[in-house]
């Protein structure tokens, strides 16, 4: 077998670097910081994704921080793991939040996205000699860090939040991103247990700024390849607004309905969902929750409704399915969902899996 030629090679580092950053540059803005669009707790994503308008503990500090302050703990913690596309990504969540007074709540999330062993091969040729002792591996990483704020408004039943975000990308010594943002929401909830709510993520335009760091001979194989060198750029992430409805029914002492419907509006022009324009995309989704005397939930939900070429380039419509349970013993809340987020028809499901737990002051 033939050895790989050096432009492949030196091709497919930039293709692996290329699908974790994303957009590099003011000009293409699009699907910028995307892995803070993956969701947290298994809940969520057993409901796909559909929850912004129901959600009321620690994960509204990612979902609709105004959901922070129908918290009744005095202090709750949650963690979520999951192997993302067959093993290839780790995910992760961390958060707390805590009531600082009757009508407010502040909390401090913590995403990462990751995926490791991904081949260097830069450094493979030298002086025209092809020596696989020189392959390394890097880490391409990106962390979201999340300091929310809740408060409850003089109109009974509506709240404000927001958040201010920090992000951190890396992918190996080649690539580093800092970058801030800003999330405001609002929830408001009727006396017949009808839940609004609006989420406007980036709402000031995350700004990230990339630095890049190659040695003269790792540059010198961009160019003898034909490869753009990667300079020092500053990426936008665009406005995202969540629309988000829902209502809970009692159907008897011990079983209650939850349906919840969103709709994701991006403004980063058009994105191949099930509706959109030259300039916004709309992508609608639901989930639905029953749970038996608030101990066990069963859930399920759809969403990513789009159009894929099947393998006769043939244009056909696929959705998203996600399905979840959920088991509330005292003070701690065990979450599992099974989800397909690759969404093209591999059917590669991915298992999640959350942990809350919550403390509060003894009884006096």
Do not use: C
């Not at 921080?65 to 009744?72: F, M, Y």
């Not at 190659?214 to 540059?219: I, K, L």
């Not at 399915?321 to 969404?343: E, F, H, V, W």
């Amino acid at each position: 077998m033939n050895p790989p030629s050096i432009k492949n090679i030196s091709l497919l580092l930039v293709a692996l670097l290329s699908v974790n950053m994303g957009s590099l540059a003011q000009s293409t803005p699009k699907y910028s910081n995307e892995f803070l669009s993956i969701g947290v707790g298994a809940r969520a994503f057993g409901m796909s994704n559909s929850v912004v308008a129901s959600t009321e503990d620690v994960t509204s500090g990612y979902w609709n921080p105004a959901g922070l302050v129908k918290q009744e703990d005095k202090l709750q913690i949650s963690f979520m793991h999951s192997n993302l596309y067959n093993g290839i990504a780790n995910y992760d969540y961390l958060g707390i939040s805590t009531k600082v007074k009757n009508n407010g709540a502040l909390a401090f999330s913590m995403v990462r996205f990751g995926v490791d062993g991904i081949p260097n091969t830069l450094d493979l040729i030298n002086n025209g000699q092809i020596n696989y002792d020189r392959v390394t591996e890097f880490s391409a990483v990106d962390y979201g860090f999340f300091v929310s704020y809740a408060q409850q408004a003089l109109v009974e039943g509506l709240s404000f939040g927001g958040s201010a975000k920090i992000v951190h990308r890396k992918a190996g010594e080649f690539a580093t991103a800092w970058g801030f943002g800003v999330d405001a929401s609002a929830k408001y909830e009727t006396e017949n247990k009808w839940m609004f709510a609006f989420m406007a993520r980036d709402i000031t335009t995350t700004f990230n700024a990339w630095k890049y760091s190659f040695t003269d001979a790792e540059v010198q194989v961009f160019r003898q390849t034909g490869n753009e060198v990667p300079k020092n750029s500053l990426e936008l992430t665009l406005p995202k607004f969540i629309l988000g409805a829902a209502k809970k029914v009692d159907i008897s002492e011990d079983f209650t309905l939850l349906a919840e419907v969103n709709l994701d509006v991006n403004t980063d022009g058009k994105r191949n969902t099930l509706l959109k324009t030259n300039f916004i995309s709309g992508d609608p989704h639901l989930g639905i929750e029953a749970g038996y005397k608030d101990i066990i939930y069963l859930r399920g939900g759809i969403g990513n409704i789009q159009q894929i070429k099947d393998l006769n380039y043939e244009q056909q419509w696929t959705l998203q399915p996600n399905i979840g349970l959920g088991l509330k013993l005292k003070q701690i809340t065990l979450d599992y969902a099974l989800s397909d987020l690759a969404n093209d028809n591999t059917l590669q499901y991915s298992h999640v899996f959350s942990i809350r737990a919550v403390v509060n002051p003894p009884a006096r």
